[in-house]
């Protein structure tokens, strides 16, 4: 009778284990590969799941495979929560795969510049600007680079990288030299002549890559690139001597952004997901592992890491925005005119 008892006991048991585990929600987050999906799995995911009783599935891919993934499952979204750069986040909420934030996810703690659109959010400042091999500079006797027209100086004839316009750092940098010479997004020719007459004939290579990137300066093949204070930060500690030099004219903000998911299952896990990146402490973490300047006011960076990062009122304020909803429409147009002017 005592090992029916027993018996019964331990069935009971099971079954209220297995209506547990029905009743936890999964959250599926998609994001970033590499470190970022390390970081995310190791130190913030685990906390999370914890105090909000749900399990996180995190699928990695870069920004452009995510914003394929919710056009090829738009009705059917596989996806409650995106993580995105700044620029197809504007896409994604423009064709309404970003569900409404509540309203107190984009508090007065949050930087204005970070407060993307309507429903989706910047979760961390990268800076696009110089990255340079300080111990090159020291010895040719240069200082560190100051403007973006420093892209047209002799000096750096095949020891400048810059990355394609496929790539973002390499957007901004079209954009930023058009706007040197009179134009801007909606004026891009004076940019494109810029980078195929001054700029390009420095250009070792336009390089995709941050790995190769790196291999490129630890090879010494280059000097100076155009890159983020993220990468800059990530070369510097491996021990290369890499520093980052923020231009005159202003170094170009790259956000990382997320948003909620439309036609989400567990639309109250997503909305407080987001607001979960954005706490002071989550907002640490990520500027140690991933290079991201904190977007909310009231983060605490340690010094050696403020040093590294866009960092405070007086930082943020100097970013520069780019107008993503022009450029979008025409970066297919202004992708094919690079291939054919620039990298020629």
């Known amino acids: 009778m005592k090992k029916r008892i027993l018996m019964l006991a331990a069935a009971g048991s099971l ?66 929560v995106v993580i995105l750069d700044d620029g197809p986040m504007y896409q994604a909420d423009a064709l309404g795969f970003c569900a409404p934030l509540d309203e107190d996810v984009a508090s007065d703690d949050i930087y204005d510049l970070a407060k993307i659109g309507p429903n989706s959010i910047g979760v961390g400042f990268v800076a696009t600007g110089f990255t340079y091999n300080a111990d090159w500079f020291k010895e040719k006797g240069w200082e560190p680079p100051s403007s973006w027209k420093d892209l047209e100086d002799p000096k750096f004839e095949q020891i400048l990288s810059i990355p394609p316009i496929s ?16 134009g801007g997004e909606k004026d891009i020719d004076p940019g494109f002549t810029a980078m195929a007459d001054d ?25 100076l690139s155009i890159w983020g204070s993220g990468r800059t930060k990530s070369l510097a500690d491996t021990g290369f001597p890499a520093k980052f030099a923020y231009p005159k ?7 990382l952004a997320a948003c909620p998911v439309v036609e989400s299952d567990a639309p109250e896990a997503a909305q407080a997901f987001v607001k979960y990146l954005l706490d002071p402490e989550i907002q640490v973490k990520l500027g140690d592992a991933m290079g991201s300047g904190p977007v909310n006011k009231k983060t605490e960076l340690p010094e050696e890491l403020a040093a590294a990062l866009p960092y405070g009122p007086e930082q943020i304020s100097k970013l520069v925005k780019v107008d993503w909803d022009v450029i979008n429409p025409n970066r297919q147009e202004w992708t094919q005119r690079w291939a054919r002017e620039v990298e020629r």
């Open 15 to 80: 079954i209220a284990s297995v209506a547990a585990q029905a009743q936890t929600k999964t959250l599926t987050v998609g994001g970033y590969g590499g470190s970022f999906e390390t970081l995310m799995k190791e130190l913030i995911i685990p906390q999370f799941e914890k105090t909000h009783d749900v399990t996180i599935q995190f699928v990695a891919g870069n920004s452009t495979e995510n914003l394929a993934r919710l056009q090829a499952q738009k009705g059917n979204q596989e996806l409650d």
């Open 167 to 182: 790539n973002t750092y390499g957007l901004h940098t079209l954009v930023m030299m058009a706007r040197l010479n009179g």
């Open 199 to 223: 700029v390009a004939p420095n250009v070792l290579v336009f390089e995709p890559s941050s790995g190769k990137m790196s291999e490129l300066f630890q090879s010494k093949e280059i000097a």
């Open 249 to 255: 004219e202003g170094a170009v903000a790259l956000m």
